[in-house]
């Protein structure tokens, strides 16, 4: 099988849809504008099964640059086992939006989740189970962090904003063979409906600490702010130097 592609119809904030194409003839013949990406063809997968992970964070300042990590994520999963061979975004596309729309395969992996979701804390106890509970806190964290922040270093000076205002993202991540991340999308004003277990146990603490970090840390900075993490702040143009704040990268 030939080199796959994803193509992502895009609106201002969100995907309107997603496909896997393996034939030049039939990508050139696309009539819309979409957002191409080489397809990861050899994914990390836990039973059989390909995953991505939504990592959340905050941006309380584009000037300076100030960016949050949530320690908490969730881990998504297909609702059909991997393969190359068919290109079915039910195979492919781990959207929430999606999956939940389908039927598991009677064929899956009897210690794959009903509602195809893990906490990351779940993530890292399956981690734990293969022998490669180190790989949380020195390859998949330190490459998440790392990711995030150039990503909005780049984008910062085109970004149109409002001081003391505040912004939450979703960014969706996959893993190769050798655990390290790959970027995929960032996404303004996440979907954070608590639709599943794992978003009503996630969701609710997030809200709460992201109201510590928007509120309480301004007055402040000792306070508690839960789960958040400041992992980049930019020190004033004046002083021509940045401060970075990362823990294990």
Same mark, same amino acid.
């Given at each position: 099988?030939?080199?796959?592609?994803?193509?992502?119809?895009?609106?201002?904030?969100?995907?309107?849809?997603?496909?896997?194409?393996?034939?030049?003839?039939?990508?050139?013949?696309?009539?819309?504008?979409?957002?191409?990406?080489?397809?990861?063809?050899?994914?990390?997968?836990?039973?059989?099964?390909?995953?991505?992970?939504?990592?959340?964070?905050?941006?309380?300042?584009?000037?300076?640059?100030?960016?949050?990590?949530?320690?908490?994520?969730?881990?998504?999963?297909?609702?059909?086992?991997?393969?190359?061979?068919?290109?079915?975004?039910?195979?492919?596309?781990?959207?929430?939006?999606?999956?939940?729309?389908?039927?598991?395969?009677?064929?899956?992996?009897?210690?794959?989740?009903?509602?195809? $979701?893990?906490?990351?804390?779940?993530?890292?106890?399956?981690?734990?189970?293969?022998?490669?509970?180190?790989?949380?806190?020195?390859?998949?964290?330190?490459?998440?962090?790392?990711?995030?922040?150039?990503?909005?270093?780049?984008?910062?000076?085109?970004?149109?904003?409002?001081?003391?205002?505040?912004?939450?993202?979703?960014?969706?991540?996959?893993?190769?063979?050798?655990?390290?991340p790959w970027l995929l999308e960032i996404n303004l004003k996440p979907d954070i409906i608590k639709d599943t277990s794992v978003m009503e146990?996630?969701?609710?603490? $997030?809200?709460?600490?992201?109201?510590?970090?928007?509120?309480?840390?301004?007055?402040?900075?000792?306070?508690?702010?839960?789960?958040?993490?400041?992992?980049?702040?930019?020190?004033?143009?004046?002083?021509?130097?940045?401060?970075?704040?990362?823990?294990?990268?």
């Amino acid at each position: 099988m030939g080199a796959q592609g994803m193509f992502r119809g895009k609106t201002k904030v969100q995907v309107t849809g997603i496909h896997c194409r393996n034939d030049l003839k039939d990508i050139c013949s696309l009539r819309r504008k979409w957002v191409s990406q080489k397809y990861i063809e050899r994914p990390l997968l836990v039973y059989g099964t390909k995953i991505d992970l939504r990592q959340h964070f905050l941006i309380t300042d584009w000037n300076p640059l100030t960016i949050w990590f949530y320690k908490h994520s969730f881990i998504r999963f297909s609702s059909q086992p991997y393969t190359v061979e068919r290109l079915d975004t039910a195979i492919h596309v781990c959207n929430n939006s999606i999956q939940r729309k389908l039927k598991n395969a009677p064929n899956r992996h009897p210690n794959l989740p009903e509602e195809n $979701m893990w906490h990351s804390d779940e993530f890292k106890e399956y981690l734990c189970t293969i022998g490669k509970e180190q790989v949380w806190d020195l390859i998949i964290i330190p490459g998440m962090k790392k990711a995030l922040i150039q990503t909005m270093k780049a984008a910062e000076e085109n970004v149109m904003y409002k001081k003391n205002s505040f912004d939450l993202f979703g960014a969706d991540f996959m893993f190769g063979e050798n655990f390290q991340p790959w970027l995929l999308e960032i996404n303004l004003k996440p979907d954070i409906i608590k639709d599943t277990s794992v978003m009503e146990k996630l969701v609710p603490p $997030m809200v709460e600490d992201m109201l510590r970090v928007v509120i309480d840390y301004k007055d402040d900075p000792n306070c508690n702010v839960g789960g958040f993490e400041l992992i980049y702040k930019h020190v004033s143009a004046r002083q021509e130097k940045e401060t970075l704040i990362l823990m294990n990268v």
